[in-house]
């Protein structure tokens, strides 16, 4: 059972099978009886270890191509669990631009810890060398970035983390799984709002990480059982119930990013489109190196001529709001939203201006969701 398709829907093993269930039986015990003293089943305290979310995490490491996936209670749970495998003193560089969340807990939490952090603008992997310094111990990166899309090279930076004996995380969001597995490229630890792709229905908060080394995997066990930043049962269930239907959400909202990105590039009210799929692309080539798809995200920027919020609040079947990746089509206003708590003189320099627009298309109808764009770009004139 090795092609992705299948995995999604029979993936997750369960181990603790009492009736031969088709589904994934949600386990609400807080604790596990021991045997004997001297004797239990493997299952002590549900932080520690639950049989749903076992369940869930083995999918996921079958997904990743790793050794070892946790699940968390939040993307962000599991990005602060990543970066807890530093240490005070440490320094990580933030290559190309983050998600808002990710930048904030490096700035408002771990730097309290002595954690530090620089975001590294790069056009190239061997942009980071100068800034490997001797207190450099990590790379966490986006690819494509959030908002901007633009791809990083994954080969080229872990290349260079290896040289230099770096920790390589990369956020997998916007790409999910089903369309890019960093894991098999190199890179030591994926994380994932699970929130986005992977639940897919806009109804639950989750997070993964995935490792491909059992000591990685143990230090990350270790931090998930005493941050205690877990998922819970119930929206571990959930989650395995999403994932079964990844593949097909994710191709039709494929095709939609890339039909719409085709028709934006044609509208005088737009002026450039982010989008790896279309082959004016600075990152295409890049792209199609490393993952399977283009993925289903895209940005564009108006023209200085119209007018971001009319535009937003003159569309009828895209949701105005601050996710991505579920069946409905979103879309959003990331220098005011998703990545406002990033100064202003950052967001210049990585590409997020006011004018910038995010769109995470759902699996509507192709036609109606371009013309929902078109309309509503016509009332956006100032
Ligand atoms: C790229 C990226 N990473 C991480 C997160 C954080 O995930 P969560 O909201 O599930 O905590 C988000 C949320 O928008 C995101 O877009």
Redesign the pocket.
Known sequence: MSKLDTLLVHGANDKVSYAREVNVPIYLTATFEQKSFEDHTGYGYARGNNPTRESLEYLIKELEGGKRAFAFA???AA?SAALSLFSAGDKVLVAGMV?G??YGVLKSVFAGFGLRFELVELDRAEDLVPHITEDVKGIFF?TPV?PTLKVNDIRGIVKIAKEHSLLTIV?N??MSPFAQRPLELGVDVVVE?A??YLGGHSDI???IAAVNDEQLGERLHMIQALQGGILQPFDAYQLIRSIKTLGVRVRQQTHNAYEIAKYLETDPAVKIVHYPGLESDPGYELQRSQADSAGAMLSFELDDQYCPAKFLDSLHIFTLGA??GGVESLIGHPATT?HRGIPEEDRAKFGISDLLIRVSPGIEDTEELIADLAQALRLAKK
């Open positions: 939040s993307g962000m990005t998600y969340g990710t986006e959030n956020d969001t916007f709002s929130t986005k908060i989750a997070g996710s991505l998703s």
